[in-house]
């Protein structure tokens, strides 16, 4: 019998609907090419992120082996930036260590719509399929420590 593909959601905070929407083609023409199956789920922002991703986790209505977290901060005239971006990566990271979630953080934290553009282009940085392969690959970490 053959493995199940894995299954990832892909969390977008679609904010800059542009850059997210290339982000997510990034990621998801790399979950394809890994034989992965996938699940994307729009949230209203960033900061709201870990939380969605904790709530899958825990729901037991979709087995997923990992996760991609997608979104654009684009620094502004006030400290909000520093929360959004600090708060959402923290939230992120005390996911994977506490729960062993297998997450590719993909959550851009940008001074401009220039930079996020680079980093989001497929033509460019492609970010977003470099978030999925690092989830692809911590999903193979997790299960090289028999966690999944």
Known sequence: MADKPLHLLVVRAPFYQDIIDELTRGAVHEIRLAGATHDVL??????????????????????????????????????????????????????????????????????????AWARASVDRKNKGAEVARAALRMIEVRRSFGLA
């Open 42 to 115: 729009d949230v209203p922002g960033a900061f709201e992120i870990p939380a969605v991703i904790a709530m899958a986790a825990v729901s037991g209505q979709a087995a997923y082996d990992g996760y991609v977290a997608l979104g654009c901060v684009i620094r502004g005239e006030t400290s909000h930036y520093d929360y959004v971006c600090g708060e959402s990566a923290r939230g992120l990271q005390e996911l994977a260590f506490r729960d062993k979630l297998a997450i590719g953080f993909g959550i851009l934290t940008v001074d401009n719509r220039d930079q």
